[in-house]
């Protein structure tokens, strides 16, 4: 008897234990999920909301790969004194356009294009901030490098044209490689749709640390703030932008891929190290872009392992201000090509002088120098004036592929029997061509399977397209017709 109320006494007992085993259980989880609660943005998004603008643009003029039409876009404050509004270089783009900056108040004023980025993906407008109804207020700017993995983060922008969308998300990776040329990216969980590119990404501590550039309807890749940092920083000191190139396009591979597929040095491995965003990495060349100084130097498969004595790992970032600050100058590069070390010195071009700071409008037709952005995207050795857009019907339309945008990807080699080499030649090539007067041309249509050189005959209309030229202003940020005459061209008052 004795014995059978023992057991139910420590039956009593154990059940005793498991229950405030359980509850001690329950009560740490409470706490940890109290503890790792989701960020309460609610006076913050009150706060944000006037230093985001929304962003419309209409264009009729297109240049590179650029299409006519209106779009809707996102932008924010950085400096409320020179009225400069931070967004996406793919929204200011490079051509002339009318752009319209709509505020959270329902008030709008007009802006120019004051500063587009040739390499990563932001630029500047520049709005008159005594035509604004409302005092300016700019975002406070933070620093990616202060990130984590995990960190909650903030997105306001135009989503799906719905002033004001509110997004959350977190931080995935650090630094992934999503750019054209060579730039960092964060990676987030933001499920993005169209309307927010531009928009301001924010920290839980009021700091917008990166600008939305593209994504899935799944993941986001942010921009670091850092380069909207530098070129603001230079402008508002007065400071030149200068943009170094070689003409590489560049990509992050893994350190084992690196060394088993490319040969680099086993010894590396711990020489790079760990990396913070996630497996280590190195930098490779993926292409050089023809007719620049890299060319001759680079080849695809180079891993660039030091840049002038710095070991460089995965950091895109660095690789680009380094370029940036040699300018005029040259770059060292230490790299690894099949297992060989070897040093190169390559010089480095300004991509600031190599933007598209003139054009032609003539019988329908749009046409401009190429640019480095072309030939990366082209593949294009040779020279020429290049056709980005025809009108419909127009004395150029049927000499390439026309997309259904409208849009071309023609270079101009020859125009009756006289090469073409650029913007000069074709001007002055067409200066002697009348109306009506039937003409040839040799060109090469990237649009194509086949781009070789081919001849195109037309006759050109010029009642309703005569020879304009047109210059970037860099002091009214337009664009002014300039006057054509024996003399050269030259700019109309």
């Known amino acids: 008897m004795s014995h059978s109320f023992a057991i139910l006494n420590h039956s009593s007992q154990a059940r005793k234990n498991l229950f405030w085993c359980i509850a001690t259980i329950l009560v ?26 929304n962003v419309e643009t209409s264009s009729e003029v297109v240049f590179e790969t650029e299409a006519k039409g209106t779009s809707f876009a996102t932008g924010f404050i950085v400096d409320e004194e020179r009225g400069i509004i931070a967004t996406n270089r793919h929204v200011t783009g490079s051509s002339p356009s009318y752009v319209k900056i709509n505020f959270y108040d329902g008030s709008f004023t007009e802006a120019k294009v004051f500063y587009y980025d040739p390499t990563h993906d932001f630029g500047f407008y520049q709005i008159n901030p005594e035509e604004v109804e409302f005092s300016l207020e700019a975002v406070q ?11 909650e983060l903030l997105l306001i922008g135009n989503n799906e044209k719905e002033e004001y969308s509110i997004k959350e998300g977190k931080v995935a990776n650090l630094n992934v490689n999503k750019g054209n040329r060579h730039s960092s990216y964060i990676h987030t969980t933001f499920d993005r749709t169209g309307g927010s590119s531009g928009s301001p990404v924010w920290n839980t501590e009021g700091r917008v640390i990166a600008i939305h550039a593209r994504g899935t309807d799944t993941s986001s890749f942010e921009l670091p703030v850092e380069y909207l940092i530098d070129a603001l920083t230079r402008i508002q000191n007065g400071v030149s932008i200068h943009r170094g190139e070689i003409g590489v396009d560049l990509e992050l591979i893994s350190i084992g891929e690196a060394i088993k597929h490319f040969r680099l040095p086993e010894s590396s491995r711990a020489e790079i190290g760990p990396s913070e965003s996630g497996t280590p990495k190195v930098i490779q060349v993926e292409s050089i872009i023809p007719r620049t100084t890299g060319e001759n130097f680079l080849r695809a498969s180079d891993i660039i ?7 460089i790992r995965d950091d895109l970032y660095t690789f680009d201000s380094m370029l940036n600050g040699s300018v005029g100058s040259e770059v060292v590069l230490e790299i690894y090509r099949n297992g060989e ?22 019988a329908g037709s749009i046409f401009h120098d190429i640019t480095p952005d072309l030939r990366r995207m082209l593949y294009f050795e040779a020279e020429g004036a290049y056709l980005p857009h025809a009108d419909a019907g127009s004395s150029f339309s049927r000499v390439g592929i026309r997309e259904r945008s409208g849009n071309s990807k023609v270079v101009i080699q020859e125009i009756n029997g006289r090469a073409i080499h650029g913007l000069d030649d074709f001007i002055a090539s067409c200066m002697d061509i009348a109306d009506g007067q039937h003409t040839y041309v040799v060109i090469r249509d990237f649009n194509r399977f086949d781009s070789s050189p081919t001849p195109k005959s037309l006759t050109v209309n010029l009642q309703f397209g005569p020879l304009q030229v047109f210059e970037w202003n860099e002091q009214k940020l337009d664009w002014k017709q300039s006057e054509i005459g024996d003399l050269g061209v030259v700019e109309i008052d």
Do not use: C
């Open 28 to 53: 740490s989880l409470a706490t940890t999920q109290k503890s790792q609660a989701a960020h309460n943005w609610t006076d913050q998004i009150a706060a944000f909301k006037p230093m985001v603008v």
């Open 141 to 151: 700017l933070g620093a990616w490098r202060d990130l984590a993995l995990g960190d």
């Open 305 to 311: 392992y030091r840049i002038n004595d710095d070991l």
């Open 341 to 362: 070390q070897m040093t190169v010195k390559i010089p480095v071009e300004d991509l600031e002088l190599k933007k598209v700071r003139r054009f032609v409008r003539f």
